[in-house]
């Protein structure tokens, strides 16, 4: 069987890997950005072809994907939905994994995500506001409390401003990097076209994450084991957000944080919004479908965003575990025929995936990009880990550089969380910089130290969500302003 | 004794000023005779001086604060060498400050790694004497900060952050509750946390010496809306009232703490014994911590704002008052006086949550002079006299090493007369 897997980084990695491993013996064929190394082993090893293209160039791929003529193609990231490249695949005839543009808007404009939950009355949905305007935003974010500032768009899963805002004496500190965090917001999402809204104001809620991915044919949900990332960049869950910098699962479908009941009202949520989108694109949905969630006492759980494909870096946790033919999930789903599929995994086992980046990222692509790295695969294998890579490219000396941002995702698994963590220890050791340029990996993630802080805090967000529930206050916030009435608004802040 | 803090902002839209100045509001009850601040500039800057207002020269994303107990120019120390800039401060008076501070910059002019520089400076140092070595943040003028608690780990460091936006170091977890931060770890002895714009790694250094957190932290110092080492030290306050109340034996009619810090003592005693707790005095003016204060003649000005009695509560009653410590008694011997001739208690009982004072401290972290120490000095028959008490009890070393150990703690006693409490 030929496969065409269009994708530049880890997750496709991860996914050539699941592939890889069917029965049905497939030959991988390749479309990237760059020369990704791994990539381009797993074409070559299984008798496939790497591409170099434009990955969001749907005339470009579909050139490809003409030349190759595969039995199916997988689009593994976001962009490409967003520019057509699966709708027009799909239109020159080719059997297409992954979300079209229609559809990926779930993941695009995260207003529309927030607006089809209100619509449809979904659990899980928080308070908003968006902006198309600078200087509307600035004058409601004078008055805004307790707020998280986002992108309107999908921009790398960075650019989200968390700002606690519970002490009025700190109001005014925290008022001006709003405003001007706004402007700078603005200005930085002048770059994108594609998108009306350029900013939203959202109400804060805090808790833990996690994330639940599904596979569909668009009737079939076909659910995949929770998993969380963890997306500060250092460690102890300090500092600026990125991609993910590493992410747990296990053992079973559920975290140890997260209870069946939760896991379940999670996937109504998934289900309703997939089904909820369906209903407003009038298309069916086949693809991968995430839904980035948090466990919270304003509602149990709740949804922060979606993503119209697997999460980077919760795929990578799924190789060692998946027990099933993921190519014939995949071919199924693609195909429209996957009623009666099973996803078997194996529910002993814990995984854990550590990212290793460039200082500089997230910050700073320049000072990430460029540096010659080495990477000891034999090492890592012989741990029973998987390194999957990510951003960095083969150049034409045979050596690797980094591109900017995560080099590489070093999945491994155990019977436990203590024997897993000592293992992705010694394995992210075997990823050497060559020019004295530093790498940082997160040595906190899959600790016991930050599993027993996260089983805390979700014990305290259960015992504050399942008091207001009983009380009838799930998702409800009030604000009485004297005078004016009672609010349902929780975007109100001190300043007024 | 003091209370260290260290902001970084990751986004530089940030300008630290307002929250220097509540962080270390919140560190104040630590020691506010001294208020230190330094920043990046060209070169380190820092300005000290015996006001909060300091805090208005917090400019910019990275500051590194503290607040002293008292003022002493060796607490911090600011130079540059070739182009680096770097400043030291301590946790307290230190007078190898300089000496540290020279050695750090030439280990800086030989790497570009600031924090290599700082490992082998400390492991400089240890080779030269097992000397001790306070916990230290140190601010380069790349924009580094680099924060280590010191082998001896007598005084607490913790790690918070603030969203995506900052990480906040402090002596103190409540700095990092003002600030609207999550406290994250509790930094082990000899462990620290480098962070610089594009990087933050914690590191740890040798192995902790063999000591452990001093006593006082958690029965006087710290705030009892802290965590300190992961326990919660209204409870550990509290704890101790219940082990206090059993050396009780004869009948009372109500309980009463020296205010502030022991009324979680008294809560917890007056829970265990079944009598009312009740508040005996109000302060004038605002609290001031009168035992961190030096001088003799301030510190009973300090006691006596704090001590207007509450007459109706307490006259013609058989009183159990509590406290956390007895240094020199001139506190309890003040109070005494009051609730004698003021208020005209029945009986007054006193008992204190700590075992007797009878050392200096070998570490110089409570300034204790041994000729001034009470119960160095006087037999208890005496000191019980003194006090016009009807009794006076102090907590056992025993207790205490119970309670400890119940915490999984190992607590400095060398000013009780015991190397540790606990485990």
């Known amino acids: 069987m030929k496969v065409l897997l269009v994708g530049s980084g880890g997750r496709e990695h991860a996914l050539a890997k699941l592939i890889r491993r069917s029965t049905q013996e497939p030959r991988i064929f390749v479309a990237m950005d760059y020369r990704n190394p791994g990539l381009e082993r797993e074409a070559v090893e299984t008798g496939g072809e790497p591409y170099i293209a434009s990955t969001i160039d749907p005339e470009a791929i579909a050139k490809v994907a003409e030349e190759i003529s595969p039995d199916l193609i997988v689009v593994g990231p976001e962009e490409p939905q967003f520019h057509g490249v699966t709708d027009t695949l799909r239109e020159k005839g080719f059997i297409v994994f992954g979300a079209s543009m229609k559809c990926s808007e779930i993941e695009k404009s995260k207003v529309y995500a927030r607006s089809l ?52 004496y700190l109001a005014r500190d925290r008022h001006v990097v709003k405003k001007s965090y706004i402007e700078k917001l603005f200005a930085e999402m002048e770059g994108y076209r594609d998108i009306d809204y350029k900013i939203l104001v959202e109400q804060r809620v805090e808790g833990v994450e996690y994330t639940a991915m599904v596979v569909t044919d668009g009737s079939t949900f076909l659910q995949l084991p929770l998993v969380q990332d963890h997306p500060h960049a250092f460690e102890f869950d300090i500092g600026p957000e990125t991609g993910g910098m590493g992410s747990i699962q296990g053992p079973g479908w559920i975290l140890p944080f997260i209870n069946f009941d939760e896991y379940k009202k999670t996937m109504e949520i998934v289900s309703n919004v997939l089904k909820a989108l369906m209903a407003e694109v009038g298309e069916p949905y086949v693809g991968a479908f995430a839904g980035q969630m948090m466990l919270t006492g304003v509602w ?150 930050l599993l027993a802080d996260r089983i805390r805090v979700a014990e305290k967000v259960r015992v504050v969500y399942r008091s207001r529930a009983a009380n009838g206050l799930l998702g409800k916030i009030f604000v009485w302003i004297p005078g004016e009435g009672v609010f349902d608004n929780p975007l109100i802040g001190f300043i007024r | ?80 060498r070739n182009g ?77 952050s603030y ?54 932290e958690l029965l006087y110092l710290a705030r009892h809306d802290a965590v300190v080492d992961g326990v919660s030290v209204y409870e550990f306050r509290k704890l101790l009232g219940v082990e206090l109340a059993k050396n009780l034996d004869k009948d009372v009619d109500l309980v009463v703490g020296v205010p502030e810090t022991a009324l979680p003592y008294a809560i917890g005693f007056a829970q265990r014994i079944g009598k009312p707790f009740e508040l005996a005095f109000a302060a004038t003016g605002g609290k001031r911590r009168s035992m961190l204060l030096g001088d003799p003649f301030e510190k009973i000005v300090a006691i006596h704002l704090k001590m207007n009695p509450v007459k109706s509560v307490l006259e013609g009653r058989r009183v159990a008052l509590v406290d956390d410590s007895m240094v020199t008694g001139s506190t309890m011997k003040t109070i005494s006086q009051i609730l004698r001739f003021r208020v005209g208690v029945k009986e007054l009982h006193i008992f204190i949550a700590s075992p007797p004072l009878i050392s200096v401290c070998p570490f110089n972290v ?34 205490v090493d119970s309670v400890a150990s119940r915490y999984g703690l190992k607590l400095c006693g060398r000013c009780f007369g015991i190397d540790f409490f606990g485990r």
């Open chain 2, 84 to 160: 680096k800039s770097v400043a030291v401060v301590a946790e307290k008076a230190w007078s190898k400050i300089y000496e540290f501070t020279q050695q750090l910059l030439n280990e800086m002019n030989k790497s570009s790694n600031s924090l290599e520089a700082f490992k082998s400076t400390i492991s400089l140092f240890l080779q030269d004497s097992a000397e001790f070595i306070p916990s230290l943040h140190v601010l380069t003028n790349s924009r580094e900060v680099i924060v280590w608690r010191s082998f001896y780990g007598l005084t607490p460091l913790v790690l918070g």
């Open chain 1, 300 to 449: 149990g759980p709740t949804v922060i965003e979606f993503y119209s494909r697997f999460g980077d870096p919760e795929i990578s946790n799924m190789v060692p575990i998946v027990v099933s033919d993921f190519l014939d999930v995949l071919d199924r789903a693609a195909s429209r025929r996957l009623a009666g599929a099973k996803l078997e995994i194996d529910e002993e086992a814990v995984t854990l995936v550590k990212a290793v980046a460039p200082a500089g990222y997230p910050g700073n692509k320049k000072i990430a990009s460029g540096h010659p790295v080495y990477i000891d695969e034999a090492r890592i294998k012989e741990l029973g880990c998987e390194p999957l890579y990510a951003s960095i490219e083969m150049s034409v000396d045979g050596k690797l550089y980094t591109k900017g941002s995560r080099i590489i995702e070093i999945v491994c698994r155990g019977g436990s969380y203590e024997e897993v963590y000592k293992k992705s220890e010694l394995a992210v050791k075997n990823v050497y910089s060559l020019d004295g340029h530093p790498l940082f990996h997160r040595r906190d993630i899959g600790s016991t130290e």
């Open chain 2, 163 to 216: 969203g995506f936006d900052m990480a906040i170091v402090s002596s103190e977890s409540t700095a990092v509750d003002i600030l609207g931060g999550d406290v994250r770890r509790f930094l082990d002895p000899g462990g620290g946390l480098y962070i610089s714009r594009y990087l933050a790694k914690s590191f740890k250094l040798g192995k902790p010496f063999n000591q452990g957190l001093c006593l006082f």
């Open chain 2, 1 to 80: 004794m003091s209370g260290l803090l260290a902001v970084y902002a990751f986004d530089e839209l940030w300008n630290l000023s307002n929250i220097v100045r509540y962080g270390l509001m919140a560190l104040q009850h630590r020691g506010s005779q001294q208020y230190l601040i330094c920043i990046p500039h060209n070169d380190v800057k820092c300005i000290d001086g015996e006001n909060i207002e300091v805090s208005n020269s917090a400019i910019g994303h990275v500051v590194v604060a503290a607040t002293f107990s008292d003022r002493n120019d060796s607490t911090f120390y600011v130079d540059s």
């Open chain 1, 117 to 168: 939950m209100w619509k449809h009355s979904i659990d899980g949905r928080l308070y908003f506001k968006a902006f198309k305007d600078i200087e509307e935003a600035k004058k409601f974010i004078e008055f805004a409390g307790d707020v998280v500032i986002k992108p309107a768009r999908q921009a790398g899963g960075k650019g989200v401003k968390v700002l606690r805002d519970t002490q009025a």
């Open chain 2, 366 to 399: 409570v300034k204790l002079d041994v000729q001034n120490l009470l119960a160095a000095n006087l037999s208890s028959e005496l000191a019980k006299n003194y006090l016009e008490a009807d009794s006076l009890y102090w907590l056992s070393k025993e207790d």
